[in-house]
């Protein structure tokens, strides 16, 4: 399960064996949630605070390009 960024406390990963469309994960102490990157629309939120939840859809935005690369890289697709 490979960390792409740790911002804020919030650490963004995906899963060894994901699925389309590319989305990634978000967690931090309160909880966890999963955002599709194309579109940065939360799919899932559970417990994860309203204040850092847009700190993880603002950092999908900012960094889609990348987060898009290494889900690329690591399916080898």
Known sequence: MP???FLFGLR???Y???HLPIHI???NGDGRAK???ETAE???NKGI???DLKRAVDAVKQYKDDII???YEYFDE
């Open 3 to 5: 960390t792409i960024l």
């Open 12 to 14: 963004f990963y995906f």
């Open 16 to 18: 060894s064996d994901e």
């Open 25 to 27: 994960h978000v967690s």
């Open 35 to 37: 955002i599709v990157v």
């Open 42 to 44: 939360v799919v899932e």
């Open 49 to 51: 605070k309203p204040k």
């Open 69 to 71: 690369k290494s889900w």
